[in-house]
């Protein structure tokens, strides 16, 4: 039941990750310059912003429309994709309410157990965010690629900038900025939930040292005096 509760935090904690990177959007404007995205694209920042903003709004939304740009074309292969993301973005808001939710059961049925699933889910959140840093360290183009072929059926995500320019103020780089983000930001749960299981371990074990102390100066009760 302890990495059970692990899991489901851990599958929280990316659910969480990957959804508050692709609502940061500080993240994405900042590289507007930092990528030069203007030379590259030919378009202002206020466009590239524009365009970028109402993309996000399309993959982060629950309406069945279609995809339409401010001021950037698209292709019906284009349009098919992004509806694929955002599919997938919902997917992972899913997996993060299930998570939260089968978490939280898990660890009100533990409360009167040693939070072991706190140690156990900052070792899941040490070792594999940093394999796929390491990965991502040692060739972000391989992984990047690996990512699209493992989430995508098709190939639709080979964007030509003739029919689908929005590629253009989409660089690769950006993604491997918000990978590194998701890696980080489970770095930071594995952090606090380790600090949170030595506060409680220590409390636990400050608690039963009470309670021993307690035990020992405790007065012997009196053996009852027969009289004859």
Not at 86 to 114: C, D, H, N
Not at 203 to 218: D, M, N, P, T
Request: hydrophobic share 55%; charged share 15%.
């Amino acid at each position: 039941m302890q990495v059970l509760a692990a899991v489901f935090l851990f599958v929280a904690a990316v659910g969480f990750s990957v959804l508050f990177t692709l609502h940061f959007r500080p993240l994405y404007y900042f590289d507007i310059g930092y990528l030069n995205l203007s030379a590259d694209s030919g378009l202002v920042e206020t466009e590239i912003r524009e365009n970028y903003d109402a993309l996000i709004d399309y993959c982060t939304g629950f309406s069945d429309r279609e995809l339409q740009l401010p001021s950037l074309p698209s292709s019906e292969q284009g349009t098919v994709h992004f509806a694929e993301v955002q599919t997938i973005f919902r997917m992972f808001g899913v997996l993060f309410l299930a998570g939260f939710l089968l978490s939280a059961l898990f660890i009100w049925l533990l409360r009167r157990e040693k939070p072991a699933y706190l140690l156990i889910f900052s070792a899941f959140s040490i070792a594999i965010p940093a394999i796929i840093g390491l990965s991502i360290a040692i060739n972000w183009q391989a992984v990047f690629f690996l990512m699209h072929r493992v989430l995508f059926r098709n190939t639709y995500w080979f964007f030509d900038p003739e029919t689908d320019p929005v590629i253009l103020i989409l660089p690769s780089e950006f993604f491997m900025h918000c990978g590194v983000m998701i890696v980080c930001l489970i770095l930071l749960f594995a952090a606090v939930s380790f600090g949170i299981y030595w506060v409680m371990r220590r409390r636990l074990r400050k608690k039963r040292q009470i309670i021993k102390v307690s035990a020992e100066q405790k007065p012997e009760e009196k053996q009852p005096v027969s009289v004859s």
